[in-house]
Structure formats: C-alpha cells, structure tokens
C-alpha cells in the first residue's frame, strides 16, 4: 500500500508562497477546520497572536487527487541550490514533438514570470529541453 504524503516549503512568507503554487500548480487554498468559516476565526479560537498567523499555509488539489503542499515560516533564508525539486510536466506527453513541446514550456515560463518566477536556466541533453524556475522565494523547480 502506498503512503500518503504532503510536500513541505521553507519559506519566509508562507501566505505569500503559497499564492503563487496555488496558481502554479492550478491548486486552491487549504479550507479551514469544520465549523470555521475562514482561518483568522479558527486562529482566534485557538488565541493564536495575530503576529503569528502567516507562520504556516497550505494548498491542495481540488480534485483530491494530488499531495497537500505545506509552507512554514523559517528564520533563515534559502543560501544553497535545492537538494529536492519539483519537475512540473507542462509540454505534454514524451514523444510530442519537440518544437510543441518547447513553445508550450515557454508559454509557462510567461505565465509563471507572471506570477513573480524567474527563469534561470535553459537546458537541452540528449533530445530533453527543460527550463529552470526560481519561484518568489528562490527555490528552484524545472518546467518539462
């Protein structure tokens, strides 16, 4: 049997972060607990400071078919490459042709500059093309 499990993000501004993967992955939101019609109620209710309520975030799939995605407030910031990245299929299946496939990943690079990526490198080995992306906070992730 499988394991289920959530992906988490370092980051400096958890809110802010997790705006910008919700719209990158096409994701929403985290819904408060049952019973809280928004997150500032269910905080006051657990006399969480208001200094505090951007410590934490999450996203989901709407569907319910992919893994939550946690982001947590850290002190320090990012200094070094990511030992662990997300490779975001935007082109399509393997075997589409590489021109479509290449305007279909710079069409993504577009929309996610959008959103506050960069784009920060192009790669092409061994008939793969794919396209390193900062996200707001600096954390690397590739478009294929």
């Keep these: 049997?499988?394991?289920?499990?959530?992906?988490?993000?370092?980051?400096?501004?958890?809110?802010?972060?997790?705006?910008?993967w919700a719209a990158t992955l096409g994701f929403?939101?985290?819904?408060?607990?049952?019973?809280?019609?928004?997150?500032?109620d269910f905080l006051k209710s657990m006399n969480v400071p208001e200094e505090n309520w951007n410590d934490a975030s999450a996203i989901v799939d709407p569907d319910g078919v992919g893994s939550r995605i946690y982001f947590q407030k850290v002190p320090e910031g990012?200094?070094?490459?990511?030992?662990?990245?997300?490779?975001l299929r935007v082109s399509?299946?393997?075997?589409?042709?590489?021109?479509?496939?290449?305007?279909?990943?710079?069409?993504?690079v577009a929309r996610?500059?959008?959103?506050?990526?960069?784009?920060?490198?192009?790669?092409?080995e061994m008939g793969e093309f794919w396209i390193i992306m900062q996200d707001p906070e600096g954390n690397e992730f590739c478009l294929t």
């Design 78 to 87: 990012k200094v070094v490459k990511n030992r662990l990245h997300l490779d």
């Design 112 to 124: 996610l500059q959008g959103l506050g990526a960069t784009k920060f490198h192009e790669h092409n």
């Design 1 to 20: 049997m499988a394991i289920a499990y959530q992906v988490t993000f370092d980051c400096a501004d958890p809110a802010k972060l997790s705006e910008f």
């Design 28 to 40: 929403q939101l985290d819904s408060p607990p049952p019973g809280f019609a928004s997150w500032p």
């Design 92 to 108: 399509g299946p393997r075997g589409t042709s590489g021109e479509k496939n290449r305007e279909k990943i710079y069409q993504e």
